[in-house]
T-cell receptor, first 112, second 113 residues
Framework: EPEVTQTPSHQVTQMGQEVILRCVPISNHLYFYWYRQILGQKVEFLVS????????KSEIFDDQFSVERPDGSNFTLKIRSTKLEDSAMYFC??????????FGPGTRLTVT | GESVGLHLPTLSVQEGDNSIINCAYSNSASDYFIWYKQESGKGPQFIID?????DKRQGQRVTVLLNKTVKHLSLQIAATQPGDSAVYFCAENPPSNTGKLIFGQGTTLQVKP
């Protein structure tokens, strides 16, 4: 069964450094998402991406964040200058046409 | 505002019993709802969904009920098994062309053998 994959599973970085989180959505899906989950809290929407552009972003998704689909398979989230409060699980999700979103296993980002 | 909440943070049930997990949502215009299961260290796993034009939907051992009058959603798990132990989130799709999901806080389901 096709699934969303994410790399790395765990990323440790120092405050102020740039990180890139990578996702490979399900191949025939058209809509892509990033969510984050701070430890012990609910999952929060960050950004949605369709037709090679951002379709919606939350207030969390400030100028430090960017997304890209550099080729036909990868979907990346970049944080330019990480802060301590960026420490969280980051989930990528994708969907085909209708509503059902499939989530990846997540990348745990630890900012020290 | 947009928010989805859950009535109870933790639910403990005996193996074999039925479980009912509740959720309240605030956006009456939301047209789609999903229940996700999240095991420790993993991403949310789709369980079942329901559109706003339905009141009930059944899957394998799971049933979702939607009461639009009181903006309430519930997940019923029949014959709960140890493998059902996880955090359960409801999520709503508010009016949007993007399909973003707004998640609730989560209920931890503990199944006692």
């Amino acid at each position: 069964e096709p699934e969303v994959t994410q790399t790395p599973s765990h990323q440790v970085t120092q405050m102020g450094q740039e990180v890139i989180l990578r996702c490979v959505p399900i191949s025939n899906h058209l809509y892509f998402y990033w969510y984050r989950q701070i430890l012990g809290q609910k999952v929060e929407f960050l950004v949605s991406f369709y037709n090679n552009e951002i379709s919606e972003k939350s207030e969390i998704f400030d100028d430090q964040f960017s997304v890209e689909r550099p080729d036909g398979s990868n979907f990346t989230l970049k944080i330019r200058s990480t802060k301590l409060e960026d420490s969280a699980m980051y989930f990528c999700a994708s969907r085909k046409l209708l509503y059902e979103q499939y989530f990846g296993p997540g990348t745990r980002l630890t900012v020290t | 505002g947009e928010s989805v909440g859950l009535h109870l943070p933790t639910l403990s049930v005996q193996e074999g019993d039925n479980s009912i997990i509740n959720c309240a949502y605030s956006n009456s215009a939301s047209d789609y709802f999903i229940w996700y299961k999240q095991e420790s260290g993993k991403g949310p796993q789709f369980i079942i969904d329901i559109r706003s034009n339905m009141d009930k939907r059944q899957g394998q051992r799971v049933t979702v009920l939607l009461n639009k009058t009181v903006k309430h959603l519930s997940l019923q798990i029949a014959a709960t098994q140890p493998g059902d132990s996880a955090v359960y989130f409801c999520a709503e799709n508010p009016p949007s062309n993007t399909g973003k999901l707004i998640f609730g806080q989560g209920t931890t389901l503990q199944v006692k053998p």
